[in-house]
């Protein structure tokens, strides 16, 4: 594998966050940035990637009192007969 270096330079707190994250799933900084890079330049747009998912929305969990406002519209946005 041909490799190439880049530096840059980030907030300390930032920092930190990338170092919990890489931790948490058991890998080193540069292997955590490379996975988020590479699902960041993935060339397939996120509208394929998610497309099976359209029209999962469940809203009727909330009461009608507390229903979003956006509901209805987003219902017959997509909504499946």
Known sequence: MNTAT???RLPIGQRELIRQAAGALKK???EYIRDVL???LD???FRE???DLAG???LSRLPSAAAHPLKERIR???WRE
């Open 76 to 78: 017959a946005a997509n």
């Open 38 to 40: 590479a699902r960041d």
């Open 28 to 30: 080193t900084e540069s």
């Open 6 to 8: 880049l530096t840059i």
């Open 43 to 45: 060339s397939v747009p």
């Open 56 to 58: 999962c929305l469940r």
């Open 49 to 51: 990637r998610v497309g």
